[in-house]
């Protein structure tokens, strides 16, 4: 599961920006988006290997650079009975670039 920061609207699953891209997840089997707080919840096919992984999420980021302290993600990878098997905390998102 993927909390995103409270002010990225159209952050989900499938919007007028594209789709989930599972990157070196594997094959998603579902996926769900929840609007407060905007949330997107994968399940995978397959068991993770240990190591960094890549997902891309479709947003739409504000007009406006939001503020340091809320532009964070939290990311759990949970078991399929929903115990924590780790959990990353206020991942900084990117600045917004104005103008490209």
């Excluded at 007028?16 to 096919?45: D, E, F, Y």
């Excluded at 939001?66 to 924590?84: G, I, K």
Aim: proline fraction near 10%.
């Amino acid at each position: 599961m993927i909390k995103g920061p409270p002010d990225l609207q159209q952050f989900g699953c499938e919007n007028k920006r594209g789709t989930v891209k599972s990157g070196s997840l594997g094959a998603i089997t579902r996926c769900q988006t929840s609007v407060n707080p905007p949330r997107v919840t994968l399940t995978l096919n397959e068991t993770l290997k240990a190591g960094l992984h890549l997902v891309i999420l479709p947003g739409e980021t504000p007009r406006q650079n939001p503020e340091e302290s809320l532009n964070t993600f939290d990311v759990f990878l949970r078991m399929p009975d929903d115990r924590n098997l780790d959990v990353s905390l206020k991942v900084p998102g990117e600045p917004v670039q104005q103008g490209l």
